[in-house]
């Protein structure tokens, strides 16, 4: 594994991190989630991501029951708010009284004193953005949380953000978006915006949710037990996966095959170092739903790719890639 500086910050994080979102709590027993979080340990992944809303709030359980035991100083922990995590008004949202209640029930189910980075989930427009990085100033000064990022924030926002938390001295360092050969809209905006302001990126979904691991064939059944046939959450996670699941991404896609090959990697692993050729990426958040996929994954880790296969990346992908920034959040 190698290990990243955090934006301008001094925390290091492993630059590649495990995400839990749909697997903990829900895609995979918890004797799965624990296989999968110590397979990481095993191979040197020290960063792991999740969110109070996962699997309605399950995934932070799960994820601190899998980390019992492991040195504290020894791991990164992200985790995030503003999804709802009850049925109440205020179980929602960046208001004061939603961040200080969601941080303490986070660490409450984590099982740990502090966040490493804590995370707005999204952007507020109804709530002021000083009532938002006042709370997490106090949180930061009260020491529940070291770092704060944002997630899905246009570069306006995070220009706005940046300002508050520069004025509030709250070490804002981490930008958490949606970023992968497919999806690159934080080119344009986001990444510029970040590099002036000190945030690294934190990239989520680096094979889009799977469609990078070439599991997805064009005129191919969907494999049963893979993401996109899951039937956890009312279909939500098949609606997502139907984002990607269309004959030109796929055709696209297995045309990539053989450029893994010639590096000598397989297409996941591609992926991922695809992500992490840019220097911008401080880590890349993988998903597991095996211990293997983890251990498959992480050898993308340090892997340097030749311009020249990033030229036939882009040549391929041309015309299936995302690049809209309008299209963040
Ligand atoms: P990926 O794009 O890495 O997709 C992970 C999924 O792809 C796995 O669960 C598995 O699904 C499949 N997969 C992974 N490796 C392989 C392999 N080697 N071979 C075949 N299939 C493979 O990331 P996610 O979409 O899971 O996102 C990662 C993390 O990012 C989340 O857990 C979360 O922490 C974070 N995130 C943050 C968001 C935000 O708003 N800030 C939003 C979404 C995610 P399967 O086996 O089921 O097909």
């Known amino acids: 594994m190698k290990y990243r500086k955090l934006g301008k910050s001094g925390l290091l994080v492993s630059e590649i991190a495990l995400g839990n979102w749909i697997t903990h709590g829900a895609q995979v027993d918890e004797a799965t989630a624990q296989a999968c979080v110590h397979a990481a340990l095993d191979s040197g992944i020290t960063t792991f991501d999740t969110a109070d809303a996962y699997s309605e709030t399950r995934a932070e359980s799960v994820l601190g029951e899998s980390l019992k035991g492991i040195r504290r100083e020894s791991i990164e922990l992200y985790t995030k708010v503003f999804h709802p995590t009850g049925p109440g008004h205020n179980d929602r949202g960046l208001s004061r009284k939603h961040i200080m209640e969601a941080c303490n029930a986070s660490l409450r189910r984590l099982q740990t004193d502090y966040i490493d980075v804590y995370y707005a989930h999204r952007f507020d427009a109804t709530v002021s953005l000083e009532e938002t990085f006042l709370a997490f100033s106090d949180l930061v000064r009260q020491g529940k949380v070291l770092y704060i990022g944002v997630s899905e924030w246009t570069a306006e926002q995070i220009k706005l953000g940046a300002t508050l938390a520069r004025e509030m001295k709250v070490p804002f360092v981490a930008s958490q978006p949606q970023y992968s050969m497919l999806w690159r809209i934080i080119e344009a905006e ?104 983890v251990e498959e994954n992480v050898k993308a880790a340090g892997v340097c790719l030749d311009p020249e296969v990033m030229r036939q990346i882009n040549n391929i992908l041309n015309g299936v890639v995302e690049f809209d920034p309008s299209k963040t959040g």
């Open 190 to 293: 986001v990444i510029p915006a970040c590099e002036r302001e000190g945030i690294g990126q934190v990239v989520w979904s680096p094979l889009a949710q799977g469609t990078l691991s070439g599991k997805y064939a064009p005129d191919k059944p969907i494999p049963e037990g893979s993401r996109a046939s899951t039937t956890a959450g009312s279909g939500f996670f098949k609606r997502l996966a139907g984002q990607w699941l269309h004959q030109e991404v796929l055709q696209a896609v297995e045309r990539i095959q053989p450029i893994a090959k010639e590096c000598g990697l397989t297409l996941p692993q591609l992926a991922v170092a695809w992500v992490l050729q840019n220097p911008h990426v401080s880590s890349a958040i993988i998903g597991a739903s095996k211990p293997e996929q």
